[in-house]
Structure formats: structure tokens, C-alpha cells
């Protein structure tokens, strides 16, 4: 009897996963399936305890999932990718594996832990490794000249025309096996890496995100355009933890997309359109990191922003951290996320600009900080956005175009709903004073348990822009 071996990575779902249905294809094939714990990875990777905590809390809805189809999950740890590649190769070499499958992760030290699992085990046993948690793999959306864009727009078009011609029906979960010679799964026990509860708003398993999608898809996407980037609101999706360890597909997202908006891609103003513009994003800066390695390397896109002279105060960064930089919308938005490890999508994006051009701060503190908090961590999408915000990535906004934290408050927060839920300091101020607090007059007598603002915006811009340009045209 032939052994498949299915090697577990960010493809943890049952439902459209390409490897297992892989592993699956032959009937009389006994099927294993492989789950690697790597906290040496991770904290090089800068994981944040909350995720590592929801991934456990998954894999444990995994296992029966995949024994009530006859499929045991087994479990081991090992500090990092070399050692799960030697310990792969004695576990084939134990359970007699003929075929390894896997889907294939498109991180830099991701595809190096591939290629040596490849020549490692590739003269003895067949592996196969498929393309997941893409719409298109990389590679497939190109300029006439055979590059990578470097513009998102182009981009997108290009691949709307791809995505129209693609075979992108979901595979289905596999059927019931015979009872192989493995009848027991592992049970994934705690990892050696510190965790912390992921709460109540992220139920695990691929039922809870299934049905998140569906209510998402059926019942808030038509108003995605106007909604999403008020905080305040239940407006977006917050399907990105699901993503961001393969609960969750996005090809999944885009045929429950299509099913509920037939002529989703002929309608780029509906609220379809709008959201799947989302998932092609996230594609895009998969597809940047796998044609530029250099950006999982803490390089710009842009070269020459290597340059910027950023500043290093650690009190302002920690104050920055904490939210306590007398920005109301940004002290609201750090506060959401060192509580929650979840942030909204704008709200990234006023957080960003901030430390960057505000404070003049290295936007990979600000990149590495995000990932130590944040449940949905994707190390593509958190460097892609945090380079979009430093005007140091491809296709990012220009040095020049600098947010005022302020106006974005008045413009996305204006009652400061979002505001005071997260900043109870704020409470008893009024509207029209709430994003500069301390132009209040009570604030003069003492009356506000909040801090003055820790830079002068207008002052900032002024050195932001000169730090830019100095970079770029150095003497």
C-alpha cells in the first residue's frame, strides 16, 4: 500500500486545500497528515502570542476533522525549518512514505526550507508542491516584457483579464478513507512559544469562518465602498486571521464573492468589486515578494530611501507603542490592537504615516511592532503596507503626501465613536474639540488625564520632507 504524506504549513482547512486533495486523488493510498511547530521560526519571524494561540486553537479543530476521515494528524516541534526538514525526511523514512505533498509558502526563508526538502528527499519519494493561498500564483501576471509590475494598477487590470480565464472552482474536502494502519491523531499539544488568549471575537475552526464569509459576503459587502473605512463600524470583513493561516482560502472568498455577485467583474464600482480589489492587494505584494527577495530582507523597493537619516528616540516610539502620542485617532487605534491583536485597515494605514513621517521613525520598528501584536500577522501584506505608508515600497504613496492624524480623525471618526471606546480618557469631551483635546478650555485647568500631543504635525511634515529629500538627492 502506497503512503501520502500531506505536509501542514498556513493551509490549515480541510475545504479547497490543493495538497490534500492531492494526497487523497488515489483511493487505496493510506493518507498522513503532518503538522511542524517552529518557535525558533517564529520568533525570528516576530509571531505574536495571540496568533500562535489561535493556530493551536485551529490545528485542535483540525485533527478530528481530518480523523473522521481517516486521515491522523500527527505533531512535532522543532526550532526551525532545518530541523523540520531532517526531522520530515527520518519520518518518511519511518512511515515508508512514497509521495510528500505540500502547498507552497512563498515567504523568502519559506521557499529556501522547500528547495532543500526537495533535493533532500526528491531521489527516494516523489514531492509535489502546489500553489495556495493566492488567487493566481506568482509568476502568472506579468508585463509583455516578462516582469513583475511594479505599479498596482496595471496589475490589477492584468490580472482581472487572468482571473476571468482561470480554473478557480474550489476543490472539495475529501471523501471518508478506508481505516489506514494510523487510526489516532496526535494531540497538537502547547507550543514552546508564549501565548495569549485570542478572545471571543475570532472563533477557530473553518465553520466559523465559512460562515463569517457567508454573512460577510451576503449581508455587508454592498456597502463595503461607503462603510469600510469607518472604524467605528462592523464594516470589513475581519476574515484576514482566517487568511493569513489558511482557514480560509481566497479562492474561497472569491467564488462565495462570485456566487453572491454574478457580474462581479464587470461592476467595479459595486461593493463587490471594491472588496475583491482587496484580495487582489494581497496578492500583489505575494507576487512583489517572490520576484524582489530583497524585500523579506528588510530592504526597501525603493533604493534610495535607504537613506532617510531616521530618528532614534525610543521615548517617542514607546509612547507610540502604547498609544499615548496625544493623537487621539492614533492612541485609539495602537490601544485596539495591544488589546484586541487586531487593527482596521485605515487605521494601519493613519498609524503607519505617523511613526514614518510624523516621527521619523524607521518604518521596520513600526513593521516589527505590528507583527508581535497582530492576529492576522502576514508577513507579505504587513511589508507591503507598512512600505505603502514609508513611500518606500513599489508603488507606494509618494514621500510628499503626508496624513495630517488630526483631519483623519475629524474625516473617519468624526462623532469619536471609535475614539472614545478605546481612549475613556476622552469621554467628556466634546465633539468639536475631540481630535485636539487640549484645545479645550478645560484641559488649562487640569481637567484632562491625557497626554499633550509628543510633536508639532506641522513642524514634522516640514522635517519629514526634508529628510526625504535629502535621501534622494544626496550632495
Request: one cysteine or more.
Amino acid at each position: 500500500m502506497a503512503t501520502h504524506l500531506l505536509w501542514l504549513r498556513n493551509d490549515l482547512r480541510i475545504h479547497d486545500n490543493p495538497a490534500l486533495n492531492a494526497a487523497c486523488r488515489n483511493p487505496d493510498a493510506q493518507v498522513l497528515a503532518l503538522y511542524i511547530a517552529t518557535p525558533g521560526q517564529w520568533r525570528d519571524h516576530g509571531m505574536s502570542a495571540r496568533q500562535a494561540a489561535f493556530l493551536l486553537q485551529n490545528l485542535h479543530e483540525l485533527s478530528p476533522a481530518l480523523a473522521r476521515r481517516g486521515i491522523p494528524l500527527h505533531y512535532h516541534q522543532c526550532d526551525d525549518f532545518d530541523q523540520a526538514v531532517d526531522w520530515v525526511d527520518e519520518f518518511c523514512r519511518r512511515q515508508q512514505v512514497s509521495h510528500l505533498f505540500y502547498n507552497y509558502q512563498y515567504e523568502y526563508n519559506e521557499q529556501l526550507r522547500d528547495r532543500r526538502l526537495e533535493q533532500q528527499l526528491g531521489d527516494r519519494l516523489v514531492c509535489q508542491g502546489l500553489d495556495d493561498g493566492v488567487l493566481l500564483p506568482p509568476g502568472a501576471v506579468l508585463t509583455g516584457g516578462g516582469e513583475m509590475y511594479k505599479v498596482y494598477t496595471p496589475f490589477r487590470n492584468a490580472f482581472l483579464k487572468a482571473l476571468s480565464t482561470a480554473e478557480m472552482e474550489c476543490v472539495p474536502a475529501p471523501a471518508q478513507r478506508l481505516e489506514g494502519i494510523e487510526t489516532v491523531s496526535d494531540d497538537p499539544m502547547p507550543f514552546s512559544y508564549p501565548q495569549q488568549d485570542p478572545g471571543a471575537d475570532w472563533p477557530a475552526g473553518e465553520d466559523a469562518a465559512l460562515s463569517r464569509l457567508r454573512t460577510f459576503c451576503h449581508q455587508q459587502v454592498a456597502d463595503y465602498p461607503q462603510a469600510r473605512d469607518i472604524p467605528a463600524l462592523d464594516a470589513t470583513s475581519r476574515l484576514s486571521p482566517y487568511l493569513a493561516l489558511g482557514v480560509l482560502s481566497p479562492r474561497q472568498c472569491y467564488n462565495r464573492l462570485l456566487k453572491a455577485y454574478p457580474d462581479l467583474l464587470i461592476r467595479p464600482e459595486s461593493g463587490a468589486f471594491c472588496w475583491l480589489n482587496e484580495l487582489i492587494w494581497r496578492d500583489f505584494y505575494r507576487h512583489l515578494m517572490v520576484a524582489y527577495p530583497r524585500l523579506a530582507k528588510h530592504q526597501p523597493f525603493i533604493q534610495w530611501t535607504g537613506r532617510v537619516a531616521w530618528r532614534q528616540d525610543d521615548r517617542l516610539f514607546d509612547a507610540w507603542c502604547a498609544g499615548l502620542t496625544g493623537f487621539p485617532i492614533v492612541d485609539a487605534a495602537m490601544r485596539q490592537m495591544n488589546q484586541t491583536g487586531w487593527m482596521h485597515n485605515r487605521l494601519r494605514m493613519i498609524t503607519a504615516s505617523f511613526l514614518v513621517k510624523d516621527l521619523l521613525i524607521d518604518w521596520r520598528r513600526g513593521e516589527q511592532f505590528f507583527m508581535s501584536r497582530l492576529i492576522d500577522g502576514d508577513f507579505c501584506a504587513n511589508n507591503g503596507g507598512w512600505q505603502w505608508a514609508a513611500s518606500t515600497g513599489t508603488d507606494a504613496a509618494p514621500y510628499f503626501r503626508i496624513f495630517n492624524p488630526t483631519t483623519q480623525g475629524r474625516r473617519f471618526d468624526e462623532k469619536g465613536e471609535f475614539i472614545r471606546r478605546w481612549v475613556p480618557e476622552l469621554a467628556k469631551v466634546p465633539d468639536r474639540y475631540l481630535h485636539d483635546p487640549y484645545s479645550w478650555q478645560q484641559a488649562e485647568t487640569g481637567g484632562l488625564d491625557y497626554p499633550r500631543p509628543i510633536v508639532d504635525h506641522a513642524k514634522a511634515r516640514i522635517r519629514a520632507l526634508a529628510a526625504y529629500e535629502a535621501a534622494k538627492n544626496p550632495r
